[in-house]
């Protein structure tokens, strides 16, 4: 018997400029990159003057581990929780341009796999991974930026809430906190059931057109739901100076969530309304308004201050990313 | 005798929201940013309908230490090298976006130190900290996007540069390797003579009114001088499809360097050629421009490829972020 012993090529047999070249070897450039990788920074058409820009970090082993996800999913998510805040601005994402901190001992076939991951939650929109940076790190660190175009459109920030309108929502809320959940009690993989709430977990689907096609229907704020809809519609709130009503009956769980809420003991709405990382959208519009089918009313705007949650007698709370 | 304990605030104690506040309470914002921190993302002019973009990623231990550098030093230097990016494109920096990953055990002391050091470091030229992102990490992580604005030229690549050319550089080359070599060789401090070298290393002073400039006289090629001349100008060679003839006798190390040199029994013209981190700007122009005194020819383009120094026997290398 002949014993076969593989040895994986890692990113620091490649080095640094050949980490680079197979990076870009996989990566297409869409029109709105007039100078894509390899030289000191990348050049993006801006066509309306303007350019929207956001940022994020991503830590191994605080925003995602290798035992949980596929590196394919981690690039899908790290790109998706920043094309979501572009959306969010009303804007059509454009281009990412990504720090990279590896390890020296990965192996070339998680690189690739992070790289595909990017490339496939950006390519469907048109957007391109225009640029980056490559640093050797003990973990993987992810720093990624991206920006987006607004179509001549003014952008719908989260400050111009007024009583009368209406809170709505396009995505999904409460799926990744409970993939997350099944995941923490070990409970991932032990039923088909669960499948894509795992999956929700492992990397999100953001409504991205939902974002521009708000601001053309006239949105007054909006926001990506990043730490919890209760926590960031109190953003909404503080920022336009209003009170935002919450009604907890137009937020029915689906069969997967219902059946993981009672598998674990959850309350599925806790996980509705103070789950994170889903990256639905929640967008405030004037009463007459016709939504499309894509945006569910969850509440109202009203006087006053704060958010509250009618229909549900529980208190429930947010995500602050520095005290968990 | 009375014994005081002084309590340092950590950045745990102010939580997410409180970091933010207090990082945007310090922060200008000038006119290219029409909507600043505190939304999804910010919203900057991008006034010729295209907008320069480049990112960094630097660690704590890896890119700087807390022992060597100020928390104000190390925004300088974040801000420096990304800003340097832009104008090696020939373009205006108009502003920044950070990722922040900060220790919960952080004083809020350094936090300040930090961001009045991007402050400093983008404000003298108009640029402004637009956005970004807090997270808690063990170790200090700082993701760096800069954007900037071409205003209306075309941007300076890498691929420009043809045989009749000349090299030249602005800008101040080796300083901050000489510094970085004073601090491993524990002789940081020591002399009063080795100062402005410490100083180079802790946060370098690239000269970003030469990008623009240099590509309205009409540059055929241009970067920052990040990993060493010699390097660098490698990538020049390659992309060109020329050859880069460095002229050694151009290069005189000025006193402290010299100093320096002598005190370590090391070669002045190896940090000056190989030395990173001081971000000068290396351009390539038409032989017939003319240069204004911030610029300094130091070789010339010929057919070929590589890069040759001439009137000096010794090899030289680079640096290879990944393999060091």
Redesign the interface.
Same mark, same amino acid.
């Given at each position: 018997m002949e014993h076969t012993w593989r040895c994986a090529i890692t %990113?620091?047999d490649?080095?640094?400029?050949g =980490?680079i070249a197979r990076i870009i070897g996989r990566l297409p450039q869409f029109p709105a990159v *007039? *100078?894509g990788p &390899?030289?000191?920074?990348?050049?993006?058409?801006? #066509?309306? +003057?303007? =350019?929207?820009?956001?940022?994020?970090?991503?830590?191994e082993g605080?925003?995602f581990r290798r035992d949980w996800s596929s590196p394919y999913d981690v690039g899908r998510k790290a790109a998706a929780q920043n094309l979501a805040? %572009?959306a969010?601005?009303g804007?059509a994402p454009t281009?990412l %341009?990504? /720090?990279? &901190?590896?390890p +020296?001992d990965l192996p070339t076939d998680w690189l690739d796999g992070l790289t595909d991951g990017f490339r496939d939650e950006c390519a469907p929109i048109g957007a391109s991974v225009? &640029? /980056?940076? =490559? %640093?050797?790190?003990e973990r993987i660190?992810l +720093?990624?930026?991206?920006? &987006?175009d607004?179509g001549g459109r003014a #952008?719908v920030?989260?400050s111009g809430a007024r009583p009368g309108q209406v809170l709505a929502v396009a995505g999904r809320l409460g799926r990744a906190a409970a993939g997350l959940a099944l995941f923490l009690a070990g409970r991932a993989g032990t039923s088909a059931r669960f499948a894509e709430l795992e999956d929700a977990h492992r990397r999100p689907s953001p409504p991205y057109a939902c974002g521009p096609a708000a601001a053309a229907l006239g949105a007054t704020a909006?926001?990506?739901v990043s730490d919890g809809l209760l926590q960031d519609v109190g953003h909404i709130a503080e920022?336009s100076g209003v009170r935002v009503e919450i009604d907890a009956r137009t937020l029915s769980p689906d069969e997967p969530l219902a059946a993981a809420a009672a598998e674990l003991g959850e309350d599925p709405l806790r996980w509705m309304l103070t789950g994170g990382e889903d990256h639905a959208l929640a967008a405030v519009f004037p009463p007459e308004v016709r939504l499309p089918a894509e945006w569910q009313v969850v509440g109202r705007i009203t006087e006053g201050e704060g958010v509250q949650v009618s229909g549900h007698e529980e208190a429930y709370g947010g995500w602050?990313?520095?005290?968990s």
């Open positions: %990113v620091a490649l080095g640094e400029f =980490i *007039l *100078l &390899g030289d000191d920074a990348a050049v993006l058409r801006a #066509p309306d +003057g303007r =350019i929207v820009v956001t940022t994020d970090l991503l830590l605080r925003h805040d %572009v969010a601005m804007a281009a %341009v990504v /720090g990279l &901190g590896l +020296g225009a &640029g /980056g940076d =490559i %640093v050797r790190s660190v +720093g990624v930026t991206a920006l &987006g607004l #952008p920030t989260r909006m926001l990506d920022a602050d990313h520095f005290r």
